[in-house]
């Protein structure tokens, strides 16, 4: 068996279903489906959810707050399977990359790291439902999400057998060296924030562009809009601030999403000056489809698909400049 073709198909399909999970979570929070299931790793108890008549009565007397709703208790049990199985090709690609170990080629620290990750997130999952959709837990597995995709896309490249060389050295590509990892950061916390945004309920609290609530600046609370320190619960759901501090959420992630697009389009701009031209239309296309998203969901008061979209639309961005930041600071980049 040809092992490292093999740990290749493997992170491909992890890969993807990275995707599916990153996906059903945007959807399972966005339908405040994040506890139609009280209790982790059971539903009610039970391997699925509570079926009979029976079952769903003694549920809904041991979660009287919480009765059963299938319209809830489906988007979140998928999302787990989905999460468990994806913990399984972890393990996989690690035992692969361990019996390889003595080929020098085998990326075995990135798969051993990869499964740590990957089983902090299924802490984070429990903490998301016994801390009752706390914001700080829910951004944190967010950022967790995103970043076992990521992870997940360069083990797939580095498998791969595809070589990539660094472009001849010129002003603009020093320049897009510099520009490319700043790109990075920054569409990194707009992600937190976008990530803060969804967990505090305030995508909607300005429901019109460009204006906010008709008003350029409205009145906002960034003090406590911000405030890391806030107590738990008893329950998230459906959220705890006042509308200044929402709307100062709101606020930051439409300055985040101004600073990212100046940054990003710079980037491109560089990228085409410096002969990259397939990378910098890739860039910018995507980042014009985010944008687009953002703009949609306030226009069209969050629909499920967009919101989604705009979500997976973050990750992919992302991804594209990481694996650009790579292509441009290494002398060759040895996917085999």
Request: with cysteine.
């Amino acid at each position: 068996m040809n092992q490292p073709l093999t740990g290749f198909k493997l992170a491909l399909i992890a890969t993807l279903l990275a995707v599916v999970v990153v996906t059903l979570g945007a959807y399972t929070r966005l339908v405040d489906a994040g506890l139609g299931c009280p209790d982790w790793p059971t539903c009610y108890g039970h391997l699925w959810a509570p079926q009979t008549a029976e079952e769903i009565h003694a549920a809904n007397t041991a979660y009287p707050h919480i009765p059963v709703n299938h319209d809830k208790t489906w988007p979140e049990m998928v999302h787990r399977y989905a999460a468990s199985t994806l913990g399984l090709l972890a393990i996989a690609l690690t035992v692969i990359a361990l019996k390889n170990r003595s080929d020098a080629r085998t990326p075995v620290k990135l798969s051993v790291f990869i499964l740590a990750l990957v089983i902090v997130q299924g802490i984070f999952g429990a903490l998301t439902v016994t801390l009752k959709l706390l914001p700080q837990v829910v951004t944190a597995h967010l950022a967790g999400g995103f970043s076992t995709f990521i992870l997940l896309g360069l083990l797939t490249l580095k498998l791969s057998g595809i070589r990539l060389r660094r472009p001849n050295m010129g002003e603009a590509i020093t320049q897009c060296r510099r520009l490319a990892p700043v790109a990075v950061a920054c569409v990194v916390i707009q992600i937190l924030l976008g990530g803060w945004t969804s967990a505090n309920y305030a995508a909607l609290a300005c429901p019109d562009f460009p204006k906010c609530q008709t008003a350029w600046w409205p009145e906002t609370d960034f003090k406590q809009g911000f405030n890391l320190a806030q107590p738990v619960g008893p329950n998230y759901l459906g959220g705890l601030m006042n509308a200044p501090e929402r709307t100062a959420i709101h606020m930051a992630h439409r300055i985040g999403a101004i600073t990212v697009t100046v940054v990003v389009l710079t980037l491109a701009v560089l990228l085409l000056r410096s002969g990259l031209r397939h990378w910098a239309l890739l860039i910018a296309a995507l980042l014009a489809l985010q944008v687009s998203l953002g703009i949609s969901n306030v226009l069209l008061s969050l629909p499920i698909l967009i919101a989604v979209l705009h979500n997976l639309g973050g990750a992919v961005l992302l991804f594209a400049l990481v694996a650009l930041t790579l292509r441009l600071h290494s002398r060759e980049l040895h996917y085999e």
